[in-house]
């Protein structure tokens, strides 16, 4: 697995008082969670492409509010439940995010292995024009992590779609940083086939946080 572990206070010793972003150290929930995550993205699949009766409908409502009912008294703050803080599961253990994982993990860049899915279909089988700029998003956040830059927030994203993006087959996806100029780092990412076909392409700019912003 690669190592999210790069510490940017060893570029940056100043690092931790840089806005008022919190650290998110990585969680070890167990392996109840992997199941659990696995479980519900299957379930949103389903729930996007299923058809059943009535009866149905109203005994998988029973269901999903009888599993609300026992998470319900768990909520955490953010930071504090495994969301988004597991590396070793697809999108970092978060639902939210497509079902990726991180094959490099360098300054130089970032490569993440991705699969969307019938939840993700925005129409004719091809993945929805706005999930891709999420995915980019995410992998401009972990391009500046693991430049060992501060943290930093997105001031813009531009994408541009050159080839319908398929589900249910393994993508590549990467990102690097173009130039960086003080608090500014310009971003590039791209979205590939198992061609190497380019399907879409993206640039962004991320400004670095001043103390105490948000």
Same mark, same amino acid.
């Given at each position: 697995m690669t190592d999210f572990g790069l510490d940017p206070r060893r570029a940056d010793p100043e690092y931790d008082r840089h806005g008022g972003f919190p650290l998110f150290e990585a969680a070890d929930p167990g392996p109840g969670f992997g199941r659990f995550l696995a479980a519900m993205r299957r379930a949103q699949d389903l729930a996007v492409s299923v058809n059943p009766d009535s009866s149905t409908w109203d005994e998988a409502a029973d269901r999903v509010e009888d599993l609300v009912k026992l998470l319900d008294p768990y909520r955490a703050a953010e930071g504090e439940g495994p969301a988004n803080r597991v590396p070793s599961l697809?999108?970092? &253990?978060?639902? *939210?995010?497509?079902?990726?994982? /991180?094959?490099k993990f360098e300054a130089e860049g970032v490569e993440l292995q991705v699969q969307f899915s019938r939840y993700h279909v925005g129409g004719?089988?091809? /993945?929805?024009? &706005? /999930?891709?700029?999420? *995915?980019?998003?995410? $992998?401009f956040?972990? /391009?500046i992590h693991a430049a060992g830059r501060p943290i930093s927030r997105t001031a813009f994203l531009h994408v541009d779609y050159r080839r319908v993006t398929p589900i249910d087959t393994t993508?590549?996806?990467?990102?690097? $940083?173009r130039e960086a100029e003080g608090r500014k780092a310009f971003v590039n990412a791209e979205l590939l086939d198992g061609a190497g076909n380019v399907l879409a392409?993206?640039?962004?700019?991320?400004?670095? *946080?001043?103390?105490?912003q948000p």
């Open positions: 697809p999108g970092a &253990g978060s639902l *939210l995010m497509p079902p990726w994982h /991180v094959t004719n089988h091809a /993945v929805h024009g &706005g /999930v891709l700029p999420l *995915l980019f998003d995410s $992998i956040g972990m /391009v993508l590549t996806a990467r990102g690097w $940083i392409e993206s640039n962004g700019l991320m400004i670095r *946080l001043l103390p105490g």
